[in-house]
């Protein structure tokens, strides 16, 4: 009786991280999905960033169980960019860059839980 109580306990504590995954694909309005940058959700007083893979998909948090995205209310921003470095290439945006700052994306989650959100950005 004594081993269930301990072990009923740890699952407890495991399960109250408080934090959950979110994924998605990122897409221009036209369907085809971006391929770099960053997707990063901005929250009053935590955030969460994950990268853009080649097929347009994101995953934020869990790198372990409970370890994600705290539940609340996001801005969402979608950075991504080519040059502007070292290399004298000039910064090119690939998104509409008002998705680059959350005080100009008009994206917004609310993350419950574990969840699928995808996103929809526009070309510069």
């Known amino acids: 009786m004594k081993k269930l109580s301990i072990l009923l306990v740890l699952l407890f504590l495991c399960g109250c991280g408080g934090g959950a995954a979110v994924k998605g694909t990122v897409k221009f309005d036209d369907g085809t999905p971006l391929t770099q940058g960053t997707v990063k959700f901005i929250g009053d007083a935590t955030q969460a960033i994950g990268p853009i893979k080649s097929d ?33 290439k000039p910064l090119t945006h ?31």
């Open 56 to 88: 347009g998909t994101y995953r934020l948090g869990e790198t372990k169980a409970g370890d994600g995205v705290t539940p609340g209310r996001y801005k969402v921003v979608v950075d991504a960019t080519t040059g502007g470095g070292s290399d004298g």
């Open 94 to 124: 690939l998104v509409d860059p008002k998705f680059a700052e959350a005080s100009t994306s008009d994206l917004a989650c609310e993350v419950k839980g574990g969840m699928t959100y995808d996103i929809t950005v526009t070309k510069p």
